[in-house]
Structure formats: structure tokens, C-alpha cells
């Protein structure tokens, strides 16, 4: 069975918020960033794109910093080392340094996510326990989305962007304050000598990880677009994703401590590709919402399965390096996707372009074989977590 929420304790609940907090601060400046940039700062339709597009960047790059960061000098420090790039960040869009100033705040705020992430992920299954990984991840996730959603909410309701920078700071640093009087049992260890960048026993979950967020930008960038042509239920459709997504990570995040995740995983794959496959033939609304509210439970598994199996594997100090390594895949494949959707939908149409995600899940499916085949990683690789990109 499961613990159920209060009996995490104080200290795992102070991490979530301060995650939520985190994630709201970066979000809050999302509506106005693009009309800033646009009309306030001068800038071209391509140089909004360049200004949104370098978070990703930065944050595929700062992964391989912030894992290391994590194991040798502890969870919290690279939490905090986050929030301040965060803060920062936030007091770069405020100084008159024009587009100079907007892409400095992206920087810092793809650095800062990369540094927090990591360090809430391994910091949240330590405090819960590694039998409960799953669970920690994902009420994690719960405080990661419900910041995502909530920030935008409120920075457009403050009315301006200036406004809205100013919350990212306030976020930030009120994350930093509760951060600082939780308490850190993890103690770092000496690393001897370093290693090769990735590891090849982590490919596998990486490369399954990477296809099962194929989807993601197909989602944020067609949804809408595709179902207008259909009933126009695409901002309804989106928000039943999110909020599936949502409720079901906080209420059933713990499935696969309690189940062999290699179902929770494939299950999880199985609902997604309903949902895509519904979505591509263009469904009238009540369809379409409620195939989107399939895609989000199915979409709330896939992670945790994957992730709680890799990290019962390697030893502590590992932690921190490995959920950067994952992330940075999932960096790379929603890149590399963005890129990859826009084409298809440009020359076949947007069903090809959701056709195009679903794909992407039978190939998930294939790794994930990878994934759940033994109980240990093969060879004496699972030391090669350590990066060669940590300083």
C-alpha cells in the first residue's frame, strides 16, 4: 500500500512547495514575454522565437552541470543555486538592457530550471524513500504542473510584464527562505575519477523517456490549431490534458511502487496512443476533450515508471547525475520534435503531425524493452553516471 499525502511530513511538503513556487515564478512571465519583446523592446517576429527558443537550449546544456552539482555538493545546494539564477533572472527582464536584457533572463531561467529540477527530483525520492520513488515523483510533478498553470494565470492578470517579472523575484526568493530551513540528510560523496558523458545502460531509458514527450509540443503547438477546424474545443481540450495530467500524477503517482512499473509504463503508453491516434482524425468536441483527458492519464505514467526503476539501481551519489541525464533527453527529443512537427504539419497537415506522436510511442514502447529486462543495469557501467561536463 501507499502512504497516503500527510504521512510524507513536513520537510517533503516544504520541498513541494518550494518546487511549486519555482515553477509559478518562471511561468509568470510566459504570457508577456513575447509582446514585450515584440512591441515594448522593438524586436522581430525571429527574434521572439530566438528569445523563447534559448531556454530549451540552456537547459539541455545545464543539465550535465547541475547533476554532478546535486551528488558533490548536495541536493539543496543545487536547488538554491536554481533559485538564485531564477531570481536573477527576473532582475534582467526589470534592467534597461533592452533584448540584451530578455535573452539574459531566458539564460538564467533555463540554467535555474535545469539547477532545481535536479535537485528536487533526487532531494523528493531520498525524503520519501526509494520504495516510494514513484509516489515522490509524483506529487513532484503535481507541484511542477500546478506552477506551470497557476503562473501564467497570475502573470496575465497582473497586467504587465514588468509586473510579472517582479512575482518571478518574489517566487524565487520566497522558494529560497522555505528551502533554507529544510534540512538535508544527504551527504556527498568524493567522486574518483571522472567518467564518460552517458552512460550506455542509461541510453535506453533516455531514448524511451524522449519519445513519450514526442508529443508534447505537438500538443502546446497544434492542438489548439487542429481542433478549430473541428468544433473549436481546443483550449477546453487542453486544459482536460493538464488537469488530468495533474490529478492523476497526485492521486496515482505511487502505481508503480506498487505494481511492476513495466505495466504502469506500457499501460501509460497504450492510453496515450489512444488518445493521439482519436485526436489525429479530428474528433467533434466531447471526443476531443475526453481523447486528450486519455492522452494526459496516460502521459502520467511513463516518467515515474521509468525513472523510480533507474534510480533503485545506482548508488545515492548517482542520483543527481542520472536525473540530469534523463532530463537532458527530454530536452533533446522536445527540441528536436518542435522542429520536427512544425515540418510535418507544414506540408501534410496537422492530423499527420498527431500521427507523428503516436508513432513516436510504438518507438517509446521498443526502448522501454531496454528499460525492464533485468533488475540491474548490465556490466560495471553504472558508476560511468558521472558526467565530464561537471566542473
Not at 523563447?52 to 538554491?80: E, M, Q, W, Y
Not at 540554467?111 to 524513500?129: D, M, P, R
Not at 541525464?325 to 496537422?350: E, P, Q, R, T, W
Request: proline share 6%; net charge positive; hydrophobic share 50%.
Amino acid at each position: 500500500m501507499g502512504l497516503s499525502a500527510h504521512q510524507f511530513g513536513a520537510r517533503f511538503w516544504s520541498l513541494i512547495g518550494a518546487t511549486f513556487l519555482a515553477f509559478c515564478g518562471i511561468g509568470t512571465v510566459l504570457p508577456g514575454l513575447a509582446p514585450h519583446v515584440r512591441h515594448d523592446l522593438g524586436g522581430s517576429d525571429q527574434t521572439v522565437g530566438l528569445v523563447i527558443g534559448i531556454f530549451s537550449f540552456v537547459a539541455l546544456g545545464s543539465r550535465f552541470f547541475s547533476g554532478p552539482l546535486a551528488d558533490r555538493k548536495g541536493r539543496k545546494t543545487a536547488f538554491l543555486t536554481g533559485l538564485v539564477s531564477c531570481a536573477l533572472s527576473g532582475a534582467m527582464y526589470l534592467l534597461p538592457l533592452g533584448i540584451t536584457g530578455a535573452f539574459l533572463g531566458r539564460t538564467l531561467q533555463g540554467f535555474g530550471e535545469a539547477c532545481f529540477y535536479t535537485g528536487a527530483a533526487a532531494w523528493a525520492v531520498e525524503i520519501a524513500g526509494l520504495e516510494r520513488s514513484s509516489q515522490a515523483l509524483g506529487y513532484l510533478s503535481s507541484g511542477i504542473w500546478g506552477g506551470i498553470s497557476a503562473g501564467p494565470v497570475v502573470g496575465q492578470w497582473l497586467g504587465t510584464f514588468e509586473r510579472a517579472a517582479m512575482l518571478q523575484v518574489a517566487c524565487a526568493l520566497t522558494a529560497a527562505i522555505l528551502l533554507s530551513r529544510i534540512p538535508e540528510d544527504y551527504q556527498p560523496h568524493a567522486h574518483e575519477r571522472r567518467r564518460g558523458l552517458i552512460p550506455r545502460w542509461l541510453i535506453p531509458p533516455g531514448i524511451a523517456i524522449g519519445f513519450v514527450n514526442v508529443h508534447y509540443p505537438v500538443i502546446t503547438g497544434f492542438l489548439i490549431l487542429h481542433l478549430a477546424r473541428h468544433g473549436g474545443s481546443g483550449p477546453a481540450a487542453f486544459s482536460a490534458y493538464a488537469g488530468v495530467i495533474l490529478v492523476s500524477r497526485f492521486f496515482l503517482g505511487g502505481l508503480p511502487d506498487r505494481v511492476h512499473p513495466s505495466r504502469t509504463f506500457y499501460g501509460g503508453l497504450c492510453f496515450m496512443a489512444v488518445g493521439l491516434v482519436a485526436l489525429a482524425f479530428g474528433p467533434p468536441p466531447a471526443l476531443a476533450i475526453f481523447a486528450t483527458g486519455v492522452l494526459g492519464f496516460g502521459f502520467s505514467f511513463p516518467w515515474a515508471s521509468i525513472a523510480s526503476t533507474v534510480l533503485r539501481r545506482i548508488p545515492d551519489g548517482q542520483r543527481g547525475s542520472t536525473v540530469g541525464v534523463l532530463s537532458a533527453f527530454y530536452d533533446l527529443f522536445v527540441g528536436l520534435s518542435s522542429f520536427a512537427a512544425g515540418a510535418v504539419a507544414n506540408h501534410f497537415g496537422y492530423p499527420a503531425a498527431f500521427a507523428m506522436a503516436a508513432g513516436a510511442i510504438g518507438l517509446a514502447a521498443v526502448a522501454g524493452r531496454f528499460v525492464f529486462t533485468g533488475d540491474e543495469p548490465a556490466g560495471e557501467e553504472t558508476p560511468a553516471v558521472e558526467v565530464t561536463l561537471a566542473g
